[in-house]
């Protein structure tokens, strides 16, 4: 949530840091900002609204100088105005300051800071901030910054310059990620590896409760007790065009297209030929802890939630484990029986959400075995985990997660597989779904060659406010997914039902402009799937069918049908997903919403 990028070279500061903002965007957009500095004089430009809107200002300002912060926000305290738009200054308007996160107790800074006779021309939390660092400040601004730290209860990232001393940027982190991107003679820091990969790919990863100085010729980290940190330069391997739409309209389809590949990259090198069974590096350290595990509890949010609910099925028929799958921020605050036999699995694209990261220190209170299943490397989530998976799946621009879905659900099924395997699990089975896995990517490229079909349907159905997706068991959490895609990019109402459901209350909501999409795979739930349409059909709901090619029986019962390759039962789901995926960005795109960063959401949730 919100977005830092930081520049300090030989080169001109302000297209990088416009540049890395709008790389960011997807973090947080309803302000944004910069603050530059030539070593004489500091512009600071500020607007509301997207990152295109400030750039129109700073055409107009030119802004120069080889150093500089920038932030792009989404707000927390204080609604989207060009005051509460980051870079905050203090009283004498000499330090700027951009920060991601929350300081929980700002009004009890704020109060006291104002006896002192500090006013305030925002309503945020950060100008807070600024003003405590400017009232420990004597000409020494990491001194200043550590003492101030000292006081705040919260999570920060922050990163900040005084005007007197132009030659540095001082940056610290607790609980909101900072990345150093260290180029030849010049540094950069951002939230996010998208915002640096275009300037350099070796990066160092600031921790929590620790300070950098970025200056024009060197970097150098401490913790907040001025204990020097030495910290191995990490190469990141994603590469700068994965972070473009390649001629896509959208970040969003083109990821939903890319999701072949992905499904590649989540496989590649992790089947054991043969055997039925995966290689999962990631956990080898932990197998033989992993054995006498007996119970794990997938802990994640929204999209990586409805991931591990599909998970529990999977794990449910390979495995001997009892699983639960719950919402991160409930997690944290149940009265759960956790002990060394009990594993948490942290399933999170961004890998930075706060409910998941303090669910993962919860279980570790409890001596659970912490495990998580991450897409972004080296952030906190994967740090804090006992041992764990990546996805590989590449950066994930679009706020709404689609190739990431489809990745963790198969990394959570090689995951299962491998437990099974170490259990009761056939050789016969293991090589069921390895075959299942492997031929994935064909059956995916299947459906998004219908993308125009299905574009088409959703040309009928933009009109309606309200839809309901049923599935009954696999493809439950597959109904829930396809609603919450559905409302979060086009904001229209949709419930996501499991289908047996439907006649203990959302029936009632069945009537003509109330459509239903209903997935129905050729499996032991398909007649009592057919017995919910039927039902639907009598109340004069139109039903849109996701099922499997091959089956001529479902048109006499809907109005449209979408088919799907067919496969196994528990791999079944994640193909009839991308459909689902597609239906929503073509509604979304239908009613002219902006479909990559939708109204009030943001990538990565680093707020409880
Ligand atoms: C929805 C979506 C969100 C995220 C959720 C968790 O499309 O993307 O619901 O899934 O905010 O984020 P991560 O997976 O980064 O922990």
């Known amino acids: 949530m919100c977005g830092i990028v930081c520049y300090i070279g030989k080169q001109e500061a302000t297209p990088i840091l416009m540049e890395g903002l709008k790389r960011l965007e997807y973090r947080g957009y309803d302000s944004a900002g910069i603050a530059v500095s030539d070593g004489d004089e500091t512009f600071l430009v500020k607007e509301v609204g997207k990152v295109r809107n400030l750039e129109e200002k700073v055409q107009a300002l030119s ?37 991601n996160g929350i ?71 607790r609980g909101s990620p900072l990345i150093l991107g260290i ?152 009265n759960l029986r956790i002990d060394e036999r009990t594993a948490i699995l942290a399933i999170s694209q961004s890998g930075e959400t706060a409910d998941t990261l303090a669910a993962v220190r919860e279980a570790r209170r409890k001596g659970a075995l912490c495990l998580g299943l991450v897409n972004v490397v080296g952030s906190t989530i994967s740090k804090e985990t006992d041992a764990g998976v990546y996805n590989h799946a590449g950066p994930e621009i679009g706020v709404a997660s689609t190739k990431v879905f489809l990745s963790q659900c198969v990394v959570l099924t090689l995951m299962a597989l491998l437990i099974g395997r170490y259990q009761r699990l056939s050789l016969t089975d293991g090589l069921l779904v390895t075959r299942a896995l492997k031929e994935l990517p064909d059956h995916i490229n299947k459906v998004l060659k219908q993308a125009d079909y299905i574009q088409d349907i959703a040309r009928q159905y933009a009109k309606y406010n309200d839809f309901l997706f049923i599935g009954r068991l696999y493809n439950f959490p597959i109904a829930m997914e396809g609603a919450l895609k559905l409302k979060e990019i086009s904001y229209v109402h949709a419930e996501g039902y499991a289908a047996g459901e439907m006649k203990h209350g959302p029936i009632s909501l069945i009537e003509p402009n109330f459509p239903t999409v209903a997935i129905l ?63 929503a960005y073509y509604i979304a795109k239908e009613r002219g919403c902006s479909i990559d960063k939708p109204r009030n959401l943001a990538k990565s949730v680093t707020v409880e």
């Open 63 to 99: 802004p120069h100088g080889t150093m500089g912060i920038a932030h792009t926000r989404w707000a927390t305290h204080g609604r989207p105005t060009v005051e509460n738009a980051h870079p905050q200054t203090g009283e004498t308007e000499k330090i700027f300051l951009v920060h």
């Open 103 to 173: 300081i929980e107790n700002y009004r009890f800074l704020k109060d006291d800071l104002e006896e002192k006779g500090h006013t305030f021309k925002s309503q945020t939390d950060t100008e807070v901030l600024v003003h405590l660092i400017e009232e420990y400040y004597d000409g020494d601004l990491e001194k200043a910054v550590k003492e101030a730290l000292g006081l705040v209860q919260g999570t920060f990232g922050i990163a900040l310059f005084h005007r007197d001393n132009p030659d540095k940027i001082v940056l610290a982190r």
């Open 183 to 334: 180029g030849e003679n010049e540094f950069l820091a951002a939230s996010d590896v998208n915002a640096l990969i275009r300037y350099t790919n070796k990066v160092v990863h600031l921790n929590d409760n620790e300070l950098a100085v970025l200056n024009h010729t060197n970097y150098h980290i401490t913790d907040f007790q001025d204990r020097k940190v030495t910290r191995e330069m990490e190469t990141i391997e994603w590469d700068q065009g994965a972070a473009e739409k390649k001629g896509f309209e959208h970040f969003m389809l083109k990821e939903i297209f890319e999701q072949p590949e992905c499904v590649k990259n989540a496989l590649r090198g992790r089947i054991v030929e043969g055997e039925g069974v995966p290689r999962l590096g990631g956990l080898e350290g932990v197998l033989d802890r992993l054995k006498s595990i007996e119970k794990v509890h997938f802990v994640s949010c929204g999209t990586s939630y409805y991931a591990g609910l599909l998970a529990r099925y999977i794990f449910e028929k390979l495995t001997d484990l009892s699983v639960e799958v719950e919402y991160a921020s409930e997690f944290r605050y149940r």
């Open 521 to 583: 795979p050729r499996d032991s739930t398909y007649s009592k799937m057919i017995s919910n349409i039927q039902q639907i059909k009598a109340r004069d709901g139109h039903v849109i069918a996701v099922a499997v090619e091959g089956d001529d029986h479902i048109q006499s019962h809907v109005d449209h049908v979408i088919s799907v390759p067919h496969t196994i039962d528990i791999i079944q789901p994640l193909i009839n997903t991308i459909p689902l995926q597609l239906f």
